[in-house]
């Protein structure tokens, strides 16, 4: 088993080893250059030259200058690495960049957090911002899984979901009440529909 996301409770608490890739992204990419590890990440491709093992991490801050999720504790104990990699959060200061899958940090999200973010920003949901990247990717991981329709079941859910995500400043009743808010006002645009046209009969 190996615990790249410990603080998920439950089956999805650990990933069984013959569910991960191989270091399936080490490649040859010529003599010259030598090995090298074949990424995608936010969409793109992009060939790296490094060992197979290197924490993920330290390859998108160092070599791909994608610096939004952040170094602190280095175990895997604090979330502030958190990306997602195929979809699920992942502590990236733990997981070897050689089994990596689609991996998607903040910067891939700017869009689709936007609101998210906002509503961090006007309830004081982070004070000096070095975890937030990571709880915004955590959450909008949880806003696409969706939430109860119940507040407090939603507000449950939130709570658990982000319980390993540290946050030394908030207390953390702002970032539950912003991301409860965000996945009540992405309901209601659902239920509402598209707006309609501009000049389209009533």
């Known amino acids: 088993m190996y615990p790249l996301c410990p603080w998920v409770q439950g089956p999805a608490a650990q990933t069984p080893s013959a569910d991960l890739p ?22 793109e491709v992009h060939e ?5 093992m290197d924490p993920l991490l330290g390859v998108l801050r160092d070599q791909l200058g994608l610096t939004a999720a952040k170094l602190a504790c280095g175990r895997g104990e604090c979330g502030a690495c ?5 979809d699920r959060p992942r502590m990236s200061c733990i997981t070897p960049a050689g089994v990596a899958g689609d991996v998607v940090t903040l910067e ?14 006007d309830r004081g949901a982070f004070q000096c911002g ?12 949880l806003l696409r899984r969706g939430l109860p329709d119940d507040p407090g079941e939603r507000r449950a859910a939130v709570r658990h979901s982000l319980n390993g995500n540290v946050c030394r400043c908030t207390g953390y009743q702002a970032i539950v009440e912003a991301v409860c808010v965000t996945a009540e006002r992405r309901a209601a645009d659902r239920s509402a529909g598209p707006a309609p046209a501009a000049g389209a009969a009533s």
């Open 130 to 141: 070095f975890c937030t990247p990571g709880l915004v990717v955590h959450a909008t991981a």
């Open 108 to 121: 891939g999200l700017a869009e689709e957090s936007s609101d998210l973010r906002g509503e961090f920003a």
């Open 22 to 43: 191989n270091c399936r992204n080490w490649s040859s990419v010529g003599e010259e250059r030598g090995a090298a590890l074949r990424l995608t990440v936010n969409g």
């Open 48 to 52: 790296v030259p490094c060992n197979p």
């Open 82 to 86: 958190t990306v997602l990699i195929d």
